[in-house]
């Protein structure tokens, strides 16, 4: 097998805005620390990603000390959110499930509802340890994950990116490609894998951490939208469809939960165990 390596990370967080690729993060038993702790959620309390709001590509957030965050968007002055201080949790659904987040503080409203046009709040979870527990037709007890879509960490590969961007210039719509890792907003990216090698990685190794693969990513519509633009198109979902169908999903990327926490870096070998 040839030499496997971390070529990027990258922690998002606020769910569905643009984040930051450090060089180093420690791992957490919930996903990359700093990662998807925080959400937008409309009146109902339904928590809001680029499948509603593609205009999200566009916002930015980098992690600050002790959790808060430091905003940006077009045409919107930078702002700074602080992590709430504990108080009532309120009830936000995520894909139709019940979990509880503290909601930050008005200015955090005011600042997103004024960029997407629409009234909205940002929340924070407090306790990933405890707030949401992983699917529990794959997980195992006591497993948790943060306001991600479903797991808590995402890795992909630049060679199976590289074999969809082949596939994509051979069918019916070539013009959208190539499309940039971006698109699939992984956690940890790997080079020096053989395309959809991901696929069959039940256990790997990175640094000091150890994951469990559970299974394939499924992917939906926010991959179809350009993350500089916040347009959207017919690929990758297309290609996908065609080329990548495992049960009902569409599948990209490998799905991870942590079972022993650490530190990854960028450059770290990535060492399949099973």
Request: charge should be neutral; aromatic fraction near 6%; hydrophobic fraction near 40%.
């Given at each position: ?9 990258h922690?998002h ?28 959620v409309?009146?109902?309390g339904?928590?809001?990603?680029q499948?509603q709001q ?5 916002a ?29 949790l ?6 139709g ?19 997407l046009g ?6 924070h ?24 879509d ?9 060679a ?9 210039a ?9 499309l ?9 990216v ?10 069959g ?27 500089r ?13 065609k080329?990548?169908?495992?049960g ?7 799905q ?11 450059g ?7």
């Amino acid at each position: 097998m040839a030499n496997l390596y971390v070529q990027a990370l990258h922690v998002h967080p606020v769910k569905s805005v643009a984040g930051t690729a450090p060089d180093e993060v420690a791992v957490e038993p919930w996903g990359l620390s700093g990662d998807r702790r925080w959400a937008l959620v409309d009146a109902e309390g339904t928590v809001l990603t680029q499948r509603q709001q593609p205009r999200l590509a566009l916002a930015h957030a980098r992690p600050l000390g002790g959790g808060g965050v430091a905003l940006g968007a077009p045409g919107m002055a930078d702002l700074v959110v602080e992590v709430p201080e504990p108080g009532p949790l309120e009830p936000v659904v995520l894909f139709g499930k019940k979990i509880e987040a503290v909601v930050a503080a008005g200015a955090a409203a005011d600042w997103f509802s004024a960029y997407l046009g629409t009234g909205v709040r940002l929340v924070h979870m407090d306790d990933p340890a405890v707030r949401r527990p992983v699917d529990p037709d794959y997980a195992r007890p006591g497993e948790t994950v943060s306001l991600a879509d479903a797991y808590p960490v995402l890795l992909t590969t630049l060679a199976s990116l590289d074999a969809l961007n082949s596939l994509i210039a051979q069918g019916d719509h070539p013009e959208e490609g190539p499309l940039p890792m971006n698109r699939f907003r992984p956690n940890v990216v790997v080079a020096g894998a053989q395309p959809w090698a991901e696929d069959g990685w039940r256990r790997i190794a990175i640094g000091d951490a150890v994951f469990r693969g559970v299974r394939e990513c499924g992917r939906c519509i926010v991959t179809t939208t350009d993350q500089r633009t916040a347009e959207r198109g017919k690929e990758p979902l297309k290609t996908l469809a065609k080329h990548r169908r495992i049960g009902k999903s569409l599948a990209f990327g490998r799905q991870l939960v942590p079972v022993r926490t650490g530190t990854v870096r960028v450059g770290d070998e990535v060492r399949v165990l099973e």
